[in-house]
């Protein structure tokens, strides 16, 4: 059975270092950016991420490229 996938959505995610929990594990805050274009590389996901952390107070902890495929069996 053949499986095709459709691209339905693409986000960016940045995770921010948020201080640390009482067991002295480092706390993160997401921001997320939706609607990313599906055409969009990982490297430019990257740069953009970082352009965008250097906007913000706290620490890039790190980056996440989260590509959503809706699959569908062919017959």
Do not use: C, P, R
């Not at 009482?22 to 996901?45: P, R």
């Not at 991420?49 to 790190?62: E, N, P, R, T, V």
């Amino acid at each position: 059975m053949a499986v095709t996938g459709t691209v339905s959505s693409v986000q960016m995610v940045l995770l921010f270092q948020d201080g640390v929990d009482a067991k002295g594990n480092m706390k993160l805050e997401k921001k997320v950016y939706k609607n990313v274009a599906a055409t969009a590389k990982s490297e430019d996901v990257y740069e953009a991420a970082k352009a965008l952390s250097d906007l913000q107070m706290k620490s890039l902890a790190g980056v996440q490229h989260l590509i959503v495929n809706d699959l569908a069996a062919q017959e």
